[in-house]
């Protein structure tokens, strides 16, 4: 690859050849350079091959669209990658003198590392790039070169220099090659040793967001596109805008937290806004997102924050970059996931004497789902043990150092309870270990606990299984078994930096059962369905339960919605032969259709207190109405630019028609939009799609269909392209 004669700073003509000439930053002030000097009379570099294809496959970049289009070199930092250099005369390594510089930022200085100077086979072994020269061939010459471990990640300027004399003769290559990261090099700290987990958590453009409730938890197919031609160039302009500081831009703590930052637009210039009203009418649902690529192309051409985004939305586009940038990462969803707001390592709900939330306390929430991020990275500053799966968020809940970002923090250290290890500690292991305490106000006007559920959050914690599409749970990675003596020592050694109340573990256990029962496992938009409270006294003595049971759609953040059925009970003697009472709500179809939210959840919260005890039962459970399945029909295999066509299915189980339809289809070519005609009430819906694919490989198409009031219903089906 040739280079044009780019030039920076102050400048001057030399006399003799015309060329422009400027002073370098030696000490010596003779020294000149010159750029793109006359090669019919001077030793000099005239052209630079890359070997993109084969320096590409070694480093494992070579899906990256640069890549395939052998347009620009991107290398992992640690691992060699060569160069041939061809001169304008034969060079002589005895009196020849050959220098590559590597520059990169703004200002390039060799104080801070953002200027390197490189001589081929330096005997210096203090220098951390390294070069040497592998192979002579008429004028040219093989050039291998290293870059550290500890590279700073971005575009890295090159520049090749002959020193003869005086002068410096330069050739500056006009595209930069691009250094990421290197999970294969033992020395960076992203290693990762197992060539299975690297396959899945750098290499694999497509995965599943888990998402639904802990009752009904369901994959939503998801692509994350990293090797798509804008992914790399947007990472990489995020981090150089957000001025990460460069001592930092090699370690991959401080990357992955400026990522969490920036993929919200909340403080910042980021790349998604949050939208959880459900009006989404002057941007984009974040249901009808896809994948990754979509967003970033958008955001690429408008260099502004996209609409609109959820957890889950957030989590994809944090896979995304962290694999681009070459982190090993991945998406994982907690479901029964509670949101501290406060910090004391409870979730704290308070209710009036009529067993209503009082809305004049703040009131922490618990998400039926969240969806957040795990890189893989040693923790060198920290004790042994914390490195592996670091827990982050992009989601924007709460500030951190006045940001809105999360982590990284070592999974390991959540699972024990040490919330004081950077970053953010304290609100993870709430959103998985934290317990549901109860309050309503004494006859003094003061708040008492009234029950404690500990075993409220923290559920099916799942992520897509390495090289399969199974869920895996990894619920064990972040707590120990629920219940156990090693869980409870988790949350009480958090506790002594949370909440001081500890004086709420001392409650006796009441007399009455209460348990709450759905009629089915599995209920389905458009179903009826019927709940049942099962109360049993376990003593001989009289007991009287009042209290109330109401349903409510909500939206998946714990925010509740509209009444959808309530029945409040009056002193029900709950005596001890047979023992066992039931309250029962039934709901239809017609109850519930027009208050659904994007997720279709519903609330259940029951509260009873029994007279002569005084013991209160408080619960509150979501379940998931669950949506049709998309149906694809597909060739197993197509050929790479050549039109095949699919057909998608589903049958509408509302009483009412779906209107506003349209499907986005994408993961075998650039993602876009179809409009549909509506579909009728219990209909069965068909649609014929072309596609004609972009890229090779084991590609997996996603489709999705969107409509008023039914939205997010997908499919996917894995399709080989040769």
Known sequence: MGAGASICGSTHVQPDTGRWVQPTDRRDSNVNVIIDPDP???????????????????????????????????????QPFVIDVEFSKDFNEKSDGLKIIFETGKKPLATKGT???ITP???????????????KKDKALKVSITAPPSCFIGKWNVKIDVVRDSNIYRLELADPIYVIFNPWCKDDTVYMADANLLK???????????????SAVA?????????????????????????????????????????????????????????????????????????????????????????????????????????????????????????????SITIDFHYTSKGELDDSVKNDSIWNFHVWNEAWMSRPEL???????????ATPQETSEGVYCCGPVPVAAIKLGEVTLPYDGPFVFAEVNADRVHWKKNKLGQWECISIDKNAVGKKMSTKAANSNEREDVTSNYKPEEGSAEERAAVLRANQTGSNR????????????????????????????????????????????????????????GVLADLVKSVVFTDVDVSSN???????IEAKEGDYSAKLRDCCMLDVTIWAVVKETEQYFVKKEDFRLLKPNLAIKAPSSVKLGEEFDAEVSFTNPLNQPLTKCFLVVDGLAQSREISQSKVSAKSNFTAKITIKPTKKGNCQLIVIFNSQPLEDIHGSQQIKVT
Not at 121 to 135: H, L, M, N, R, Y
Not at 200 to 214: A, C, D, H, R
């Open 578 to 584: 047979p023992g066992k009472i039931e309250i029962e």
């Open 502 to 557: 500890k004086d709420i573990y001392k409650q006796k256990p009441g007399d009455v059962d209460f348990n709450l029962v759905q009629d089915r496992k599995e209920t389905l938009v458009g179903d009826n369905f019927q709940l049942k409270l099962k109360m049993s006294n376990k003593t001989s003595n009289k007991r009287t339960v009042s209290g109330r049971m109401e349903v409510r759609t909500m939206y998946y953040t």
């Open 121 to 135: 086979d330096d005997e210096d072994g203090t220098k951390e790039w390294k070069a040497s020269i592998k192979s």
């Open 40 to 78: 019919k009379t001077t030793l000099t570099a005239v052209s630079v091959e890359l070997n993109i294809k084969d320096n590409s496959e070694l480093h494992h970049t070579n899906k990256y669209a640069f890549s395939i289009a052998k347009t620009k070199l991107i290398v992992r930092r640690g």
């Open 383 to 393: 004790t042994s043990g914390y490195g592996g799966w670091q827990a982050f968020d």
């Open 115 to 117: 200027s390197v100077e």
């Open 219 to 343: 994959p939503r197919p998801w692509n994350f596109g990293q090797f798509e031609s804008c992914v790399l160039e947007v990472a990489i302009y995020l981090l150089d805008s957000s001025e990460l500081k460069w001592p930092v831009r090699g370690s991959p703590v401080s990357v992955v937290r400026k990522i969490s930052a920036l993929v919200n637009s909340a403080d910042d210039s980021g790349v998604l806004t949050g939208n959880w009203s459900g009006d989404y009418s002057d941007g984009r649902s974040p249901l009808s997102w896809t994948g990754s690529a979509a967003i970033l192309e958008e955001f690429w051409k408008s260099k502004r924050p996209v609409k609109y985004g959820q957890c889950w939305v957030f989590s994809g586009l944090s896979t995304t970059i962290c694999r681009t940038l070459g982190i090993p990462a991945r998406s994982v969803s907690n479901f029964q996931s509670a949101h501290d707001s406060d910090g």
């Open 200 to 214: 899945e958590y750098v290499l694999n453009e497509t995965g599943q967001i888990y998402y639904g409730s802990q």
